[in-house]
T-cell receptor, first 114, second 109 residues
Framework: ETGVTQTPRHLVMGMTNKKSLKCEQH?????MYWYKQSAKKPLELMFV???????ENNSVPSRFSPECPNSSHLFLHLHTLQPEDSALYLC?????????????FGEGSRLTVL | RKEVEQDPGPFNVPEGATVAFNCTYS??????FFWYRQDCRKEPKLLMS???SGNEDGRFTAQLNRASQYISLLIRDSKLSDSATYLC??????????FGSGTRLQVQP
């Protein structure tokens, strides 16, 4: 069982829908991350949260809106997405954002935008 | 130059072969380095950290060459179950890890 849990695992949405991805970590970590992985491209960092404060926003379009209500939960709210936003969205955590250690990933949410 | 570069492969090798991948990076200030394994449609999982002195875990050996700015992964006695995409990752001072696009390995019977 992974220490980082993502739901839903699969999501299909139309361009006018609003949906949210959820991530929960059970590792007691203080830093949480959203990455996007598109086919044949490297993982792209989207957002970094440290102790519920957003510390990195990697030029992500405003149709992606993150929320971190506490250090264990991270959301990615989606609205008016484009077909090119179809990808695997990976949540990750590590003890602190200033750490240089490994990232622990959830199983990902595979998003298809029609 | 990309921050992290990997040969996408695929590397097709027979069972029992030895195979090596390199990953080059551009930021000389990078402090920590990792190899992750990613199976098809799954999340990346840490394979091993890469230390300055090199490290070995069973059939896997990782090395760091700071002077030439690359890390390597050597897999000995390849198994069918080693078939996956291998991602290198490093800390580039952005509070997160930066990943290469991965090298695909296919071990054939």
């Amino acid at each position: 069982e992974t220490g980082v849990t993502q739901t839903p695992r699969h999501l299909v949405m139309g361009m006018t829908n609003k949906k949210s991805l959820k991530c929960e970590q059970h590792l007691g970590h203080n830093a949480m991350y959203w990455y996007k992985q598109s086919a044949k491209k490297p993982l792209e960092l989207m957002f970094v949260y440290s102790l519920e404060e957003r510390v990195e926003n990697n030029s992500v379009p405003s149709r992606f809106s993150p929320e971190c209500p506490n250090s264990s939960h991270l959301f990615l709210h989606l609205h008016t997405l484009q077909p090119e936003d179809s990808a695997l969205y990976l949540c990750a955590s590590r003890p602190g954002s200033g750490d240089t250690g490994e990232l622990f990933f959830g199983e990902g949410s595979r998003l298809t935008v029609l | 130059r990309k921050e992290v570069e990997q040969d996408p492969g695929p590397f097709n090798v027979p069972e029992g072969a030895t195979v090596a991948f390199n990953c080059t990076y551009s930021n000389s200030a990078s402090q920590s380095f990792f190899w992750y394994r990613q199976d098809c449609r799954k999340e990346p999982k840490l394979l091993m950290s890469v230390y300055s002195s090199g490290n070995e875990d069973g059939r896997f050996t990782a090395q760091l060459n700071r002077a030439s700015q690359y890390i390597s992964l050597l897999i000995r006695d390849s198994k069918l179950s080693d078939s996956a995409t291998y991602l290198c990752a490093l800390d580039t001072g952005r509070r997160a890890l930066t990943f290469g696009s991965g090298t695909r390995l296919q071990v054939q019977p």
